[in-house]
């Protein structure tokens, strides 16, 4: 059974400071991961997907990395902004063939202050 | 991408009743999902909607609690029935984009059960 783990639970950094967000997993043989991020009470932004082929992706100050031997994934933000405040969520299907289910960490709330 | 509307975007409900929740994409899509949750936790796969045919739920949940009906590929909708304070929840729906298994997500159900 496919596992996620986010860390940290929680941050708190001040404007403009470059941060690193952790997302591991137990079942390395994925097809895929996705970030999303969530604001308080509503649902779910999808940010960047990695294919299980590719190392990376970027988009715009954000950038996902994918070690998928050691089971791991980083998002990367460049010069935080107070806007950047929410719940970041990683996701990887679940094991046992389906590409579609997805099993979600329990997300890093991050706080970016002016 | 996929652009996904939920209705209602909240609701407040006595225990005892059921609530059908509508989910609706802008494009015909054939994977198409419900998930909870429940508060201060992440989501939680409950089924796949599929069209034509019986949901495929996860275990834990089962039809009779959480009827879906799928009438066609842009449309689906989440019955909670028989609610209690612990269905008190997130409901969100969302749908994969076969080209690259990309998941989209709907702005979320906000259930209170009093």
Known sequence: ?114 | SAVISQKPSRDICQRGTSLTIQCQVDSQVTMMFWYRQQPGQSLTLIATANQGSEATYESGFVIDKFPISRPNLTFSTLTVSNMSPEDSSIYLCSVAVAANNEQFFGPGTRLTVL
């Open chain 1, 1 to 114: 059974k496919q596992e996620v783990t986010q860390i940290p639970a929680a941050l708190s950094v001040p404007e403009g400071e470059n941060l690193v967000l952790n997302c591991s997993f137990t079942d390395s043989a994925i097809y895929n991961l996705q970030w999303f991020r969530q604001d308080p009470g509503k649902g779910l932004t999808s940010l960047l997907l990695i294919q299980s082929s590719q190392r990376e992706q970027t988009s715009g100050r954000l950038n996902a990395s994918l070690d998928k031997s050691s089971g791991r994934s980083t998002l990367y933000i460049a010069a935080s902004q107070p806007g950047d405040s929410a719940t970041y969520l990683c996701a990887v299907p679940n094991s046992g063939g389906s590409n579609y289910k997805l099993t979600f960490g329990k997300g890093t709330l991050l706080t970016v202050n002016p």
